[in-house]
């Protein structure tokens, strides 16, 4: 069955691993790095269709790694999807270099991992002709943990699963799939939250709620005047002090970048909806030179955080074109380079219209994929986006929430109204 004709889920968890198992588990993913990256290699500008990859690099990869057969299989088939990609990414006329494996991940399915739901424990393959590792799942106390609308449940069936390791910590990403009753279904009037990524704020919602910068810079320009420092000092201690402190600002950036991603995420929930849609990442530092918050990764691991964060809680991310969001008037439509006088403001020069800038962008970003999504044959059935007031359709304009809890006089944030969000909370 095709997998269109299917709901998917992801069910994410940390796993307790002891440090026998932490061993097997990360000589695993190596090999499965290097099996993974074999069959790029050979495949890379030859085929693509994951048949034809494994056809082609299997034997290479059992015979350059310990991989066991079905890993193998896995590791080909996840080159594939990936030389896929880049093929899409040229037909769409962007760079696309052969891909390296360096994320600490590794790819189970139904024959490479077992769950046992009634004692909250995994077991997974490893390298070689090691034995399987016996993880627990580390789930919420509180039985209402969405996971166990998946773990516990006949209707979802398990499917593929990632194994990731970041932040010190293991973390499963367990799939899942049903059925469609029906092939055609599409959620009728759905709702999409769109954000933008800003200057001095770090993402700005369509429903108005602002993930300041302002304390992110301050501890950033802390962590530069200490390395500063230390790398006048010189010395062999001050080296290895200079390794800490950077790691610690990385250690920083990322809880910051995690708690705006529960932010938006939580936001998206409040509103009921279905996706959340931010701006193409290409080419953001080249539009956003002044954005001091963020390090050389941050947009995309916002994205990732994002992105895995609402997939666990049912919602789909995605990204639009992000040509004139900035300058076009998310009220009338009216773009002009004089419509944003400053970083922070918008002021349309047809309607009237004053807003904050990056905040008639988010509107913008969520107004641009609905107007795509009306020309797909394939859409979300998507047709609304969220304010903090109401909800706008594209074609049929403002609909105010019925509900007196999620209303306001206007939908016009006001810098002494508007929801400030420190990126610590």
Excluded at 46 to 52: M, P, Q, T
Excluded at 328 to 333: D, M, S, T, V, Y
Aim: hydrophobic fraction near 25%; charge should be negative; charged fraction near 30%.
């Amino acid at each position: 069955m095709s997998d269109d004709y299917y709901h998917r889920r992801t069910a994410i968890t940390r796993l307790a691993v002891s440090p026998t198992d932490e061993s097997l588990l990360r000589n695993t993913i190596e090999e499965w790095k290097q099996g993974c990256q074999i069959a790029v290699d050979k495949a890379w500008e030859r085929c693509h269709s994951k048949s034809d990859v494994q056809q082609l690099a299997y034997d290479d990869v059992r015979e350059n790694t310990s991989l066991g057969s079905q890993h193998a299989i896995l590791a080909c088939h996840q080159a594939a999807e990936n030389i896929k990609s880049c093929i899409s990414r040229r037909q769409d006329g962007k760079k696309a270099s052969k891909p390296t494996y360096t994320s600490p991940t590794v790819t189970y399915d139904s024959r490479t991992i077992t769950i046992f739901p009634e004692k909250e424990q995994v077991s997974l393959t490893t390298y070689g002709d090691h034995a399987r590792v016996r993880a627990d799942l580390v789930l919420p106390d509180d039985e209402d943990g969405y996971q166990h609308q998946y773990l516990d449940s006949d209707e979802w069936e398990p499917t593929e699963s990632t194994l990731h390791y970041r932040d010190e910590e293991w973390y499963l990403h367990l799939g899942f799939r049903k059925p469609k009753q029906d092939a055609e279904e599409a959620t009728e009037n759905g709702t999409v939250l769109g954000v933008d990524l800003g200057v001095n704020e770090i993402a700005v919602t369509s429903t108005a709620r602002f993930f300041s910068a302002g304390e992110l810079n301050h501890n950033r320009r802390e962590f530069e005047r200490v390395r500063g420092d230390l790398q006048e000092c010189g010395t062999r201690n001050a080296h290895r002090t200079l390794e800490h402190v950077s790691g610690r600002e990385d250690e920083y950036v990322k809880h910051v970048l995690h708690s705006v991603a529960n932010g938006i995420v939580e936001e998206a929930l409040r509103y009921h909806c279905d996706g959340i849609v931010f701006e193409e990442l290409d080419g953001i530092r080249e539009r956003l030179p002044e954005a001091a918050w963020h390090s050389e990764w941050a947009f995309d691991r916002l994205y990732e955080y994002v992105e895995y964060k609402a997939e666990a809680r049912g919602l789909f991310v995605e990204t639009t074109n992000p040509k004139n969001t900035s300058k076009r008037c998310a009220k009338c439509g009216y773009v002009h380079d004089d419509n944003r006088p400053s970083r922070d403001t918008f002021e349309c020069q047809k309607c009237g219209n004053q807003n904050h800038a990056d905040y008639n962008a988010a509107k913008n970003v969520a107004d641009v994929y609905l107007r795509r999504e009306q020309q797909s044959s394939r859409g979300r059935g998507v047709s609304q986006y969220a304010l903090k007031s109401g909800t706008v359709t594209p074609n049929r304009g403002y609909t105010p929430y019925s509900t007196e809890s999620e209303t306001e006089s206007t939908d016009k944030p006001h810098p002494q109204r508007s929801e400030r969000v420190s990126a610590s909370e």
